[in-house]
């Protein structure tokens, strides 16, 4: 059984920072992308960032490209999203997926969701 297990989320001032994990069990993701997609309250999800377990390829929303750091631990199967300058408009319901197509999917595996707050 495929699990996708976040963790990390929280409340922070503007300005602050939070480190979002996700760790996968149940089979390997060697070929897969990893990503990152937020729920904002009353909007459509957006895709934030993603990564490519193989070679490490990364790639970034336009509205947090130089703010948020995503990562991986092939040992721990495990990928990680370092927020920084975090900004109100960040607040939403962070979801790590999994996927074999392109950065915005469809993914085929999910977590819970994990909810970020940013308070002004």
């Known amino acids: 059984q495929v699990q996708l297990v976040e963790s990390g989320g929280g409340l922070v001032q503007a300005g602050g920072s939070l480190r979002l994990s996700c760790a996968a069990s149940g089979r390997t993701f060697r070929g897969s992308v990893m990503g990152w997609v937020r729920q904002h309250p009353r909007k459509e999800s957006e895709f934030v960032a993603g990564i490519k377990w193989s070679g490490g390829t990364t790639y970034y929303a336009d509205s947090v490209k130089g703010r948020f750091t995503i990562s991986g631990d092939n040992a721990k199967n495990t990928v990680y999203l370092q927020m920084n300058s975090l900004k109100p408009e960040d607040t939403a319901v962070y979801y790590c997926?999994?996927?074999?197509?392109?950065?915005?999917?469809?993914?085929?595996?999910w977590g819970q969701g994990t909810q970020v707050t940013v308070s002004s």
């Open positions: 997926a999994a996927g074999n197509t392109g950065w915005f999917g469809p993914y085929d595996y």
